[in-house]
């Protein structure tokens, strides 16, 4: 008699343990991004639906835009009431929402997902995800018309665009140069952008704008190319040479001479040229400059932009490079001027070109002086035209005492020609930054 009493006992405890296990009260999780999706052409939304207890028994999506709704999803899982779902596993949904296809006009809608588990307790989760609409792509409308372009120059344009876009710029190659707002008239803005000189016919500049629904806008500039040939030179590599500057830059003592004077010449070159590029990824939207550029005093031009360097050892070219500036050559420790008013960004040593300058001009536009053998401004301080910024040496990969000057355009180097030339920069770029009205209007 006892024996039964315990067995009913121990039934009940069972049966009480198995119940509260189907009357779980868990409810399923639905995982998304609850912010607003904005859809363009297509939109692909994910969900991630997982339960705790039971398991999913079915899920279920649908849109309602106005008095319309249009069933995404619905499915029904495997498993039963007494044991679950047959998987417990998060389920992953994807619906594609094609406002075309599905007669959807612009405007707002909402997303539902539900998610309905096995507890005997008919747990359910609903969420809601608000939805705008927008098939329209970005309209951009050009206010510059054709324009002449220096190969390895640089050049404005200026563009409208009807409605707020999430990115935009002018794209050159695998080059995008950022468009800053006009001060007054949100919709307008103006781009620097860089030919650069190893430009392909297909990388001809391109305005680009898409909106936060995905909608993609490209608009051809038209230019045309003016095709200048680049000086060449040849530097033949001293043993002496090669061993002083791997001393200086890399330090310690190298056996294989070469090996290392490539580490600088290619690697470290290119190393540097990255650093610049992030340095000029952030300038100031307003133009901080007015008059021309100002090139060092009683200088004497050494190399030019975009000679092509062949670097000669031992009767053997070893190396080949582009110069990207102006080498200027006064008397030994002359005083850097800043070439135009801006704020400095960066000072300090920078591989190749020694112990270096780098001045944030606004709208993109940079200036950098190179193998100085004293720096006398600080990172963030503004300049003037014309005050020194430090001294010329041959810190770097320099041989004699000269400053390397480089103009750049978001971190792409420019020919600095055109930025000494007043006439250039008023009809390049003056003219085009006061464009009262869009051609025709
Ligand atoms: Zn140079």
């Not at 999803?73 to 047959?86: F, K, P, V």
Request: proline residues 5%; contains cysteine; charged residues 25%.
């Amino acid at each position: 008699m006892r024996i039964v009493w315990l067995l009913i006992l121990v039934l009940a405890g069972v049966m009480t343990g198995a119940l509260i296990t189907r009357f779980e009260s868990d409810a399923p999780v639905i995982d998304t991004r609850t912010q607003v999706a904005y859809v363009g052409k297509e939109h692909a939304h994910q969900f991630r639906v997982s339960d705790e207890g039971m398991g999913i028994e079915r899920v279920r999506i649908w849109l309602v835009s106005g008095d319309v709704e249009i069933e995404l999803h619905d499915e029904t899982y495997d498993g039963n009431l007494w044991s679950g779902a047959a998987l417990q596993l998060p389920r992953r949904i994807e619906v594609t929402i094609e406002p075309k296809e599905m007669g959807l006009g612009p405007g707002e809608a909402t997303l539902y997902a539900e998610a309905y588990d096995f507890s005997w307790s008919g747990n359910s989760t609903l969420v809601e995800v608000p939805l705008v609409i927008d098939a329209k792509a970005p309209r951009i409308s050009l206010l510059t018309g054709l324009t002449y372009v220096r190969r390895g120059g640089a050049e404005a344009v200026v563009y409208e665009i009807d409605e707020p876009v999430d990115s935009h710029g002018v794209l050159v190659g695998e080059f995008l140069f950022a468009g800053f707002p006009h001060p007054t008239r949100p919709e307008r803005f103006t781009a620097l952008y860089a030919l650069p000189p190893d430009t392909a016919a297909t990388d001809s500049p391109r305005i680009v704008a898409e909106d936060r629904a995905g909608n993609r806008t490209v608009v051809p500039v038209s230019i045309s190319i003016i095709e200048k040939g680049f000086p060449e030179d040849v530097i033949v590599l001293s043993d002496g040479f090669m061993e002083l500057k791997i001393a200086e830059i890399l330090g310690g003592e190298r056996t294989d001479l070469l090996a290392a004077y490539l580490e600088i010449n290619r690697d470290m070159r290119a190393e540097n040229a990255a650093t610049i590029r992030q340095i000029c990824e952030r300038s100031s939207g307003e133009r901080l400059w007015s008059e021309s550029f100002l090139q060092m005093p009683n200088s004497r031009v050494g190399a030019r932009f975009g000679e092509r360097r062949s670097y000669q050892y031992k009767g053997r070219t070893v190396d080949t490079q582009v110069h990207m500036g102006y080498d200027l050559a006064s008397t030994s420790h002359a005083a850097v001027p800043a070439a135009n008013d801006g704020v400095v960004v960066f000072a300090d040593d920078l591989g190749i070109y020694g112990q270096a300058v780098i001045i944030d001009h606004g709208l993109s536009l940079f200036s950098l002086y190179g193998h100085l053998s004293e720096i006398g401004v600080e990172h963030g301080k503004p300049v003037s035209r014309g005050d020194t910024i430090g001294r010329t040496g041959t810190t770097g990969l320099a041989g004699g005492d000269h400053l390397h000057f480089a103009m750049l355009v978001g971190g792409v180097f420019v020919d600095p020609l055109e930025w000494f030339d007043g006439k250039w920069i008023k009809e390049h770029v003056e003219a085009k930054l006061t464009i009262e009205e869009p051609p025709g209007s």
